[in-house]
Structures are given as C-alpha cells and as structure tokens.
C-alpha cells in the first residue's frame, strides 16, 4: 500500500516480520496524526485531542462493549468483522468496504474481493474485501482499506480492540443474542451515520413482520412444544434456549421451548447426551447443523441413527432441519426475516 511520503522513513529497512511491520505502521500513523502530515491516513478521534478540539461540533462519544470511542464526522469507509454486523449494516442501506466472516465458512481469499456471503451476499451492491476471520481479522489488510470506521460483536478480546482502535474507530456491540440487543445495535449504527428514520424503520418492520407469523402459526402453537437443538455430529448435542437468539425468535412467535430439568437461569446453549435426548419430549425439533457441518449430513446422521429415528417427532416428519450459520451466526433483522419464511414454509407451507 502507498504512504504518504513525510520524510525519509526508512520502512525499507523494517523487519520481515508481520508483526513488526504492524507495529511500525501504527507508530508511523500515529506521528502522522501529531505532526498534521498525515493527509487522509485513519484517525481514532479519541486518541486525537487536536481533532476533538477543532472539530468538536462534528463530534459525538459513542459507548459500547468496551467503553467510550469518538466519532468525528459521519463514516464513509466501514468495515464490519462477523456476520451480525454485516446484516446491521446492510438493513440500515450501508455498503461496508470489509468484510470478516465465521472461520467454519471464511473464504481463504485473505485481500481479495468476496461478494458470495452465505445468506446476505443479495443484498450487496458489490464485492468485499476479504479481512481474515471473525476470531482473527488481519489487521494488515484491513490498514490498507483505510477505513473511517470498524465494527464488530462482542468477541474481542481488550489487546484486539486497542488495535483495531489504531487503525480507526471502533464499536464492539454484543452480539444479537436476542431482539432487545440487535435494535440496540442498528440504533448505535443509525446514530453514527445518520440513518436513525432507517433504524426505526427496519425495527417497526421486523415486530411487524413477528405479529403477521405469530397470528399464521397460532393454531399449531397452541399447546405445542418445540426443541431447538445445534449439532455437530452425534458427540456434540446442545439444547438452545429462550436465551439463544433462534429461541428468542420462536419464543415470539408462540411457541413453548423444551429444555432439560434443573438449568440454571439465563442458561442458553445446554450440552446433553445422545441417551438423554429421548427424554425430552416435544411435538416439533428443529435441529441447526453446526460446527463445520451440512445440513445435509445431519440430517442423513437422524435417519442413520436408531435413536434418534425413533424419535416421535422424526417418525410425525416434524423434525426441521436448518442451517446454524443463519440460525445462530448472524442475529439480526435479515437473519430472523429469513428464519421466519423458513419457519413459515416448514409448518405452513408443507401441510
């Protein structure tokens, strides 16, 4: 990538080392912002008090995850780092520039251009740059994007975030582990870039959008119980709760959620036995393929099993298969609109 040249700097003579490369680039651009050559290299407002003073009109301290960042002027070039902010951004209208997917279905095409992203790629106007994973972004290739602004869901750790903190503003949002979260967040984004109408907006459209399905589905909601399970093979079953994002979705559109005896309060994914599964009862199961699996395999998994197919709900066909990378990854109002035609086309559209 082209820097502005401010001098003699010698980065010719820098390590190879990534690391050290890293660490000169950030030190490189923090002189930039003292010394006032810097041109249009990125700027963390909160580490700039000359910024915050002349421009202090301009400018509004947002809080999140991990404390307080400040935003001058609105965001042009954004990069969002999992799922779940992709589908905030892309429901308030809002094109990001860089994309970090889960590892399970990361493409390994670290720089280059991605537009096939599962279940959110048709609403991109073009492609993405490809910023590494959710877990472990490059911080290399997302320097090179020079973007205004970075966000991501709660999962990083206080080191991450400071570096990412470097190279731009950052939010860290918690992720959409149910409504009340995810409307918080596209509110926090509709704040910074001035799409607040657009956020109201997409919110009144999804409880509109529950009532619709609730009103639909009521008559087989009625008195049934639904278990929501992830996974990944035979060795690893959980049980999701209300707590969950899919089981708060389902919990809204009327349906009585089966969980294990004797959980603690707040629990949300629950780990059980393949031996304990026959003793939770329930009309209906939907099963999310998680881990590195295909619906497809678990679904061949259920009808290879003994136990499992003879499961009363497997034997009714009342056991729904589903993709855990929308179900659970995602959390957000693109994701739920989805789930909920799928909900719709299982148990409607099916009988």
């Known amino acids: 990538m082209p820097l502005v040249d401010c001098g003699s700097l010698g980065l010719r003579h820098a390590r190879s080392s990534a690391s050290q490369f890293l660490l000169i680039i950030i030190v490189f651009l923090a002189a930039l912002a003292l010394s006032g050559c810097g041109g249009n290299a990125p700027q963390n407002g909160a580490a700039n008090p ?18 307080e960042t400040e935003i001058c002027e609105q965001p042009q070039r954004v990069v969002a780092l999992d799922p779940h902010t992709l589908d905030l951004l892309l429901s308030l209208d809002l094109q990001p520039i860089g994309y970090a997917e889960t590892r399970y279905v990361a493409s390994e095409n670290l720089g280059g251009s991605i537009k096939q ?20 972004p490059s911080l290399e290739t997302i320097l090179r994007l020079n973007p205004d602004l970075i966000l991501k869901n709660y999962g990083a750790d206080q080191s991450l975030y400071t570096r990412l903190s470097q190279i731009a503003p950052t939010l860290l949002f918690r992720d959409g582990s149910n409504n009340y979260q995810w409307q918080q967040g596209i509110r926090t984004i509709a704040q910074v870039t ?84 026959p003793q939770l009862h329930a009309d209906r199961m939907i099963v ?33 298969f589903v993709d855990y990378q929308l179900w659970s990854r995602i959390g957000g109002p ?15 559209e099916s009988n």
């Not at 003073?53 to 991990?66: G, I, R």
Request: with cysteine; net charge positive.
């Open 50 to 67: 000359e910024k915050i003073a002349s421009d202090s009109s301009e400018c509004q301290v947002v809080k999140h995850a991990l404390g």
């Open 117 to 136: 992203v599962p279940y959110l790629g048709k609403y991109l106007e073009s492609s993405l740059t490809h910023v590494g994973t959710r877990q472990q």
């Open 194 to 277: 001035n799409r607040e109408q657009r956020a109201q907006q997409v919110i009144k459209q999804h409880n509109q959008r529950i009532a619709r399905a609730r009103s639909e589905l009521k008559s087989l909601t009625r008195g049934s119980e639904i278990l929501l399970l992830a996974m990944s093979g035979l060795d690893r079953i959980e049980v999701f709760t209300g707590e969950t994002f899919a089981g708060d979705l389902l919990r809204n559109l009327g349906f009585k959620l089966v969980t294990p005896e004797g959980i603690q309060a707040n629990s949300r994914e629950i780990p059980i036995s393949l031996e304990t599964l």
């Open 288 to 320: 999310m393929a998680s881990g590195n699996s295909r619906v497809k395999q678990i679904e061949k998994v259920w009808q290879q099993n003994p136990i499992l197919r003879s499961q009363p709900a497997f034997q009714a066909g009342q056991v729904y």
């Open 334 to 348: 693109i994701a739920s609109k989805l789930m909920i035609e799928q909900i719709r086309s299982f148990l409607l």
